[in-house]
């Protein structure tokens, strides 16, 4: 079969209309196509890896062996668009648009608030839109499995579910009495004044305003697209690229014969494997086979002795006809089937399994798989063919091993994959234990099964295979051989745990590092795997009394603890807020829940960011050449390989600056060296991202390497190494206080880092004006005035000339506001010198590796206490990890120094504060700056003293909690009523002290699991310690027709600030939202803005606002005077005839922020936001997992603008604080480079992280800051509120380690992770592993707190 030369025409539908591709190239992506090509930007790129679900699409296609139409959601970033010949595509703006109809998906989620920044909402419209289309009343189980591959960083995920759930059958209330029916309508609950008021909502929105669900509306498979299905000719199809050919042929024997002819080219699929290879392992294959329309191998067929399943199979496939089978045949026959059902549920997200094929994923051979180690213990085998014939092979070790002897041949293909059925007597599972329980690879995973002589509890045939544990699936073959014929006892497994770990032995460099942490699961599997067959024994021998057979160990019930797993649940909850007074005007919007205002907008993908901008005149694309080294002097930089690539236009470096350069130790482009890896050397424009993206590979920097290195906190302080000097606070008599406690204890504790990974990289477009240098700068910003200001002084032109627009910011977190100057001054240089317009969009990879995020940090503590829990001392001293230049680390130190008591009223107090200089990228500020570190140092001395003193942790913290008004360390007055008021109303709407008692209950009965609890108290100060940080600006326009036009300082990060100053704006101009209008933010309207930042946004520029409204009123009292019954309109065209100005600017002067560090006292911050979480987990002692039960929040919120964009605010903090504490790991190679650069490596929570049952309360008014409408910012706070879970996670490991007799206190390490866990509730299990010495070998990865 020759490969043709011509390529054909590829033919596909998206959102019904006919696409022909005339040159189609297979390395295009659908997502690159769609965006570029079509012009379809709501499907948005997020990580181009498949791991995050931004660009989730619908494709329908006629499946080649059921004839059905089947419609699947996939990750467009990883469909190249040649796989699409014949398919429809649906993307978000087929689903619906604001310009013709809405889907109700789209409609809801915006409605149930489930969009904050929204740039992660197109790809849940589209994983939802595609379960109704397959399923239009799920279940809510059903609903979670779609969503699970969808990352969002900003809302929580509970209002996206709550929009779901308005579509399922079942959709229950909060649960929270375990009736059925939530407690609000039981009417219980009434302990609480939150319980009792009458004024108290739980709704933030109107199920019944709704539209229904229309399937009769849903656009039809093209019959266009039937009729070519069904093409008889089955001609193959050939599609040339630049560098790589795809071939699809349409027969079987077309196939064989491509294959024959092409041996070295592989069989693409899913391109899950491929994909991710060539893109980022630089694997290239000039040609690709492509058999998705050969019907053969799609094949399934059922004997009675197994099941041969098609290798073309997605494995979304595969689970349902393993569910299948397993509902027709005997619980016997079905072990090997329910152990990968078992896996398939968890393996990647629903997206990947549509798409991954079951062929793809056996012949990949990841060492982390699935499937393999259990489809290798289960015996099967795989059916190759060639036009040689056909042949059967196991899929043994040696074929997973990649031996010559035991694979294909080049010229074969797999064409199906057999599993025989188990048998009586024979039991097979599966274990997997990953950072996180879904979308997340595995760190190890294991198949086993072991069969009995008939009757009795004799081994016949063991067979046990791991994954993640080498560089392939490693079968303990010889340790099965030898336990072959013995008995399934304690003796047994005691020398089984031996050999496995003799076996299996992992080196302590090995690559994924974790290395105990592994081999302490694969004796742990071991042991859950011989509890389970020992149950199943159990039940087996009641029917079948054997005579002669042994009677088997009994399992006390403490220990059938680890024989589950933690299940899926839907998370359940309530959300409680005050209503609006019952007088105030229907108009008037402040204080009621208002959707955000872009909600519709970016459910329909119709919300325009920053490379949603279409392509401009002449644009030209720019990528970064980053450091590799550490810290070298650069010797020299060769371009002429790059220059030579096509589309190349020129290379931007430091010579090309023509104002300056960054500052002396912060330089934008390294000049002669660099200081990290990632650090930005120079830069390449060309004509295509593509294109630059090739040629930064090419070009040559040759360094000498400078010492020291520095990359730990340790190093650093061995070094002397500072960004600073130390700050310090101190009261009271520190040392005479410790010389008269009861007791001291002192610790450390250890903070990893936090990558920002809001959704949306960064992004900038410049375009230079003809005239006068101007520029117009778009650029995804939490600062354009900062932006504006470097770039001016980059290029030496004046800031008037330089114009900065953000419409809308895919998330910041505090990581937009320093590094979008950097990337918008590069690029300008880059347009300045090419007179090009340049956009600059930075890869997932790239963002993580060259922007930092929350400092790492370490500290020491001495706590000094009575034995009744009274503090008395408190000495503390913290080292933050700063990176290679400043950037806000002083500021951060100075912040986490001023926060450090949070709730706690000390007398004698020192904390000490420093920021390390080190060859890392430069952290930055990040949402809290500094105080989810610090306070968790402070809560955890709580939790020693605790310990030592024998008392809960909350008796602690009740204790030396602020209690009346009362002065700060740095002797500001405040009044902890709302602190003391949201802790018992914490207290009471979680039952915690109930709950305490059924914890330590449980306790008692379990030993393998165990559950924790924990209630933190917070008091956050809200502000920037700076006054000239203290002011806002806006200027609003009232037009001629009565619609107005608001500006401000503010920039619109998915937080709701536009939505909140409109609703301000409404009040104050009594004109309802719908007349008013925000169209971006401006540094040519608000000139010389601050960062939004520090919770303070809406608070400022909420009183700008006001101010502005005001004035116009002001002007226009005299015209609604004289025609008081007149209309908004009447009034302005009156105004407009008698000459009045209809723009007014608006200015608020805030706060006098001051702090004098020399006396350690100051009034730095205008408020506090006070709050407290009470959170309860349980962990799973064997595997270091943990499921939470249910989070309580109660958050002084004041008088809320907006309670459904503030309790957004607080549970979409909470959830990242929980990633913090709990999963968001970040690995540095011993050499400082990142290891940790996309979702895959990096976990943020995903839905299946939210708690089981989740409550958020804002507690009714009572004090009245000078704030807007006396409400408060609420941005940052409830991140610490996740150390709750933190916390419950380390009293539940304290309470192992109690029954285990291991000393109560150990050192605290964020984020508590399984590894963690896991070890520390150390066992028989964790003592029987061998221990390297850590001299003798250099690790995979270097912590850096
Ligand atoms: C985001 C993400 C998350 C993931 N998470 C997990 C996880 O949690 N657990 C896990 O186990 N895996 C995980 N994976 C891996 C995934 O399971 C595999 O990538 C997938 O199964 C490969 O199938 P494919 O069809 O996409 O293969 P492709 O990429 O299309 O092909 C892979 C290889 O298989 C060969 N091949 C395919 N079919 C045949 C055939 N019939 N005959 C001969 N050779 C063939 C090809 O030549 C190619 O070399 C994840 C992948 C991604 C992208
Ligand atoms: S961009 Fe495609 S999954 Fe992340
Ligand atoms: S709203 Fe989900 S990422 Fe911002």
Same mark, same amino acid.
């Given at each position: ?20 591709? +005339? ?107 595609? @379960? ?218 629903? *997206? ?53 002897? $035991? ?105 994924? &590092? ?88 970016? $459910? ?25 080294? !550490? ?10 390989? $790059? ?88 009261? &009271? ?119 930092? &995020? ?19 001392? @408190? ?41 390390? @200089? ?38 602690? +913290? ?144 909420? +009183? !700008? ?32 005839? *008698? ?138 706070? &409830? ?42 509730? $150390? ?23």
């Amino acid at each position: 079969m020759p490969c043709p030369s011509r390529t054909d025409e590829l033919v596909f539908f998206v959102n019904g209309r006919k696409v022909i591709e +005339r040159n189609a190239d297979p390395e295009v992506t659908l997502l690159s196509f769609l965006r570029k090509n079509l012009r379809l930007t709501g499907t948005k790129y997020a990580c181009g890896r498949g791991g995050c679900g931004a660009c989730t699409v619908m494709v329908s296609k006629r499946d080649p062996t059921s004839q059905e139409i089947r419609h699947f959601s996939v990750t467009a970033c990883l469909v190249p668009i040649c796989s699409l010949y014949g398919a429809a595509v649906t993307t978000v703006e087929g689903v619906g648009s604001i310009k013709t109809r809405l889907h109700p998906v789209q409609e809801r989620i915006a409605k149930s608030h489930g969009t904050q920044c929204g740039f992660c909402t197109p790809g849940m419209v589209m994983s939802m839109y595609t @379960l109704l289309r397959n399923h239009p009343q799920p279940s809510e189980e059903q609903l979670l499995e779609a969503l699970a591959g969808n990352l969002c960083r900003c809302a929580g995920y509970r209002p996206i579910l709550a929009s779901g759930k308005t579509f399922c059958l079942e959709s229950n209330g909060c649960q929270q009495k375990g009736t059925g029916k939530c407690c609000l309508d039981l009417g219980e609950n009434d302990s609480s004044s939150l319980g009792r008021k009458s004024d108290i909502c739980t709704e933030l929105f109107v199920k019944e305003e709704f539209q229904p669900m229309d399937p009769t509306q849903e656009l039809i498979f093209p019959p266009e697209l039937l009729r070519m299905a069904e093409d008889p000719e089955k001609r193959t199809l050939t599609f040339h690229g630049e560098r790589i050919t795809w071939i699809s042929p349409g027969t079987f024997k077309d196939l064989l014969e491509l294959k024959a002819k092409h041996p070295e080219a592989p069989l693409i699929l899913g391109n899950t494997s491929l994909g991710p290879a060539m893109r980022s392992k630089g694997h290239f294959h000039p040609i690709l086979l492509f058999p998705a329309r050969i019907s053969e191998l799609n094949v399934v067929s059922k004997t009675n002795d197994g099941l041969t399943i098609g290798a073309g199979c997605s494995l979304a496939q595969v689970k349902d006809i393993l569910a299948e089978r397993v509902s027709e045949l005997p619980e016997e026959k079905t072990q090997t089937y329910r152990a990968l059902l078992k896996h398939l549920k968890s393996l990647a997200s629903q *997206q990947i399994r549509n798409m991954a094929s079951l062929g793809g994923h056996i012949i990949s051979r990841h060492s982390y798989s699935d499937l393999n180690p259990i489809l290798a213990v289960g015996n099967a085998t795989l059916n190759l063919t060639s036009e040689e014939g056909t042949r059967r092979i196991p899929l043994s070790e040696h074929f997973l091993a990649g031996l010559a002897s $035991a694979d294909l041949k080049p010229e074969e293909i797999l064409e199906s994959v057999y599993i025989p059925h188990s048998q009586k007597w024979e039991f097979v599972s599966a274990f997997r234990q990953a950072q996180c329980q879904q979308n997340a690879l595995p760190d190890v995973n294991a198949g086993m099964r072991v069969l009995f002589k008939e009757g009795t509890d004799v081994i016949e045939d063991l067979s046990i295979t791991y994954g993640g544990v080498g560089a392939a699936t490693v079968s303990a073959h010889k340790s099965c051989q030898q336990l072959l014929g013995r008995q399934w006892d304690e003796l047994m497994l005691d020398e089984a745990c031996r050999r496995l770990l003799d076996e299996v032995s992992l080196p302590g460099w090995a690559p994924g &590092g974790r290395v105990e942490f592994k081999r302490t699961l694969v004796v742990s599997f071991f042991f859950k795997f011989y509890l389970q067959v020992l149950q199943e024994l159990k039940k087996l021998i009641k029917p079948f009394p054997v005579p002669n057979s042994r009677r088997y160990p009994e399992i006390s019930d403490r220990f059938l603890s680890a024989l589950e797993d933690f299940p899926g649940t839907v998370p359940q909850g309530v959300q409680r807020y005050q209503s609006v007074d019952s007088h105030q005007p229907l108009q008037d919007p402040v204080g009621r829940p208002v959707m955000h205002l872009s909600g519709l907008k970016h $459910a329909t993908g119709e919300a325009e960011f920053c490379d949603d901008i279409p392509m401009v005149d002449k644009e030209l694309h720019m990528a970064l050449v980053t450091s590799t080294r !550490a810290y070298a002097k650069i010797l020299s930089i060769d371009l002429s390989k $790059a220059l030579e690539i096509p589309g190349v236009v020129d290379v931007i470096t430091a010579k090309d600056i023509l104002g300056t350069n960054g500052t002396e130790d912060d330089k934008l482009l390294a000049v002669d060296e660099v200081l990290c890896v990632g650090q930005i050397i120079c830069a390449v424009v060309a004509e295509t991202d593509v294109q630059a993206k090739r040629a930064i590979e090419k070009i040559k920097i040759t360094y000498e390497e400078l010492e020291p290195i520095i990359f730990t906190i340790e190093d650093a302080i061995k070094h002397n190494s500072f960004l600073c000097p130390e700050k310090k606070l101190e009261q &009271g008599n520190i040392e005479e206080a410790f010389e008269k406690v009861d007791q001291i204890v002192e610790g450390e504790v250890h903070v990893g880092g936090q990558e920002h990974f809001y959704m949306e990289t960064q992004r900038v477009l410049v375009i230079p004006k003809t005239e006068d240098k101007e520029l117009d700068i778009y650029v995804s910003a939490q600062d354009p005035a900062h932006v504006q200001k470097t770039v001016s002084s980059t290029l030496n032109i004046p800031i008037n000339r330089i114009t900065c627009h953000v419409k809308r910011v895919g998330g910041g977190f505090g990581g937009k506001i320093g590094r979008p100057a950097v990337f918008g001054a590069i690029a300008a240089v880059g347009a300045l010198k090419t007179g090009h317009p340049i956009r600059l969009v930075l890869d997932r990879e790239d963002d993580m590796l060259i922007t930092g &995020g929350r400092h790492p940090l370490f500290a020491k503590y001495k706590v000094g206490f009575m034995n009744n829990g009274r503090i008395k001392a @408190l000495d503390i001293e913290c080292f933050i990890n700063g990176g290679c230049t400043l950037d806000d680390s002083e500021l951060v130190t100075e912040f986490l120094i001023l926060k450090l008591e949070n709730a706690y009223k000390i007398r004698n107090l020192r904390f000490r504060g420093r920021a390390c @200089l080190t060859n890392l990228p430069s952290n930055t500020a990040f949402r809290g700056f500094g105080f989810p570190q610090g306070t968790l140092v402070t809560e955890s001395c709580i939790t020693a003293v605790a310990a030592k003193c024998g008392l809960p942790p909350e008796k602690i +913290r009740e204790k030396n909690m602020y209690r009346t008004v009362d002065k700060t360390i740095y002797k500001q007055a405040f009044n902890p009523e709302s602190l003391i008021r949201c802790w018992n109303e914490c207290l009471d709407t979680s039952s915690f002290h109930n709950r305490r008692m059924q914890v330590e209950e449980f306790n008692k009965k379990n030993y393998w699991k165990k559950r924790g609890i924990a209630v933190i108290p917070m008091k956050f100060s809200v502000g920037f310690a700076a006054t000239s940080c203290h002011q806002a600006a806006a200027l609003v326009h009232i037009y001629t027709d009565g619609s107005v036009l608001v500006t401000h300082g503010g920039n619109e990060l998915g937080q709701g600030i536009h939505t909140k100053m409109l609703q301000v704006a409404s009040r104050e101009l009594k004109i309802p939202m719908s007349y008013l209008h925000i169209c971006e933010t401006s540094t040519a309207t608000v000139p010389n803005t601050i960062a939004t930042a520090a919770s303070l946004g809406a608070d400022t520029n909420g +009183r !700008a606002v006001q101010n502005a409204c005001q004035t116009l009123l002001k002007r226009l009292e005299p015209i609604i005077k004289k025609n008081p019954e007149g209309t908004w309109e009447e009034w302005i065209e009156a105004a407009f005839e *008698q000459r009045i100005s209809l723009s007014a600017t608006g200015y608020f002067r805030g706060y006098k922020a001051f702090m004098d560090w020399e006396k350690g006292e100051g009034d730095p911050f205008p408020y506090y936001v006070y709050g407290a979480a009470c959170s309860e987990v349980e962990i799973d002692c064997l595997t270091g997992a943990h499921k939470k039960i249910r989070t309580d929040i109660v958050m002084d919120a004041c008088c809320s603008l907006n309670p459904a964009i503030d309790i957004g605010q607080i549970e979409g903090a909470f959830i990242q604080g929980m990633g913090l504490y709990t999963t968001e790991e970040l690995k540095y190679s011993p050499e400082g480079v990142l290891y940790s650069r996309g979702p895959d490596e990096y976990k943020i929570p995903t839905i299946s992280d939210v708690p089981e049952e989740f409550n958020v309360s804002l507690l009714p008014s009572s004090q009245t800051p000078l704030t807007i409408y006396s409400s408060k910012g609420l941005g940052e706070s &409830g991140m610490f509120l996740g150390s709750s879970v933190f916390f419950a996670i380390t009293d539940a490991v304290a309470a192992a380690r109690k029954e285990r007799d291991i000393a109560e206190d150990f050192t605290v390490k964020s984020p508590a992770t399984p590894e963690w866990v896991r070890m520390a509730c $150390a066992d028989r299990f964790t003592e029987m592993i061998p221990r390297d010495d850590p001299k003798t070998f250099k690790p995979w990865s270097i912590t850096v707190a």
